[in-house]
C-alpha cells in the first residue's frame, strides 16, 4: 500500500555534491516528520537530518553547514542536497517518514536506501 521509493545515491569525489531524493505514495492522509539517517557497517545507524511538517530542520553537527533537507508537501518528498562531501559521508543513506495511512494507525517507514560513496 505505502512505498517510500528513494534515488540519487552514487559516487562522488570529495568536496563533490548530490541530492537525495524520497517520495512517499499510497493512501497517505496525511504526512508528518520525515528525515534521513545514514549506516555504516559496524557502527550504530545515525541521524542526518530532520524536517518537521511545517518545516523546521534539525542536523547533525557533523552535517551542519554542508547538507541542506527540504520537502515538498505537494509531492510528499523529501530531499537532501549535500555538497562539500567527506568521505566520512560514505554510508547507506535511508529516508523515514510518519504517516497516516487509511486504514491503518500512524507509524514510522523506510525508504530502501540508496548507497553514497565518497573517494578520490
Known amino acids: 500500500q505505502v512505498q517510500l521509493v528513494e534515488s540519487g545515491g552514487g559516487l562522488v569525489q570529495p568536496g563533490g555534491s548530490l541530492r537525495l531524493s524520497c517520495a512517499a505514495s499510497?493512501?497517505?492522509?496525511?504526512?508528518?516528520?520525515m528525515g534521513w539517517y545514514r549506516r555504516v557497517p559496524g557502527k550504530q545507524r545515525e541521524s542526518v537530518a530532520s524536517?518537521?511538517?511545517?518545516?523546521?530542520?534539525n542536523y547533525e553537527d557533523s552535517v551542519l553547514g554542508r547538507f541542506t533537507i527540504s520537502r515538498d508537501n505537494t509531492k510528499n518528498t523529501v530531499y537532501l542536497q549535500m555538497d562539500s562531501l567527506k568521505p566520512d559521508d560514505t554510508a547507506v543513506y535511508y529516508c523515514?517518514?510518519?504517516?497516516?495511512?487509511?486504514?491503518?494507525?500512524?507509524?514510522?517507514?523506510w525508504g530502501q536506501g540508496t548507497q553514497v560513496t565518497v573517494s578520490s
Open positions: 523515514n517518514a510518519r504517516l497516516d495511512i487509511v486504514g491503518f494507525s500512524t507509524t514510522d517507514y
Open positions: 524536517i518537521t511538517s511545517g518545516g523546521t530542520t
Open positions: 499510497g493512501s497517505i492522509r496525511r504526512v508528518y516528520g
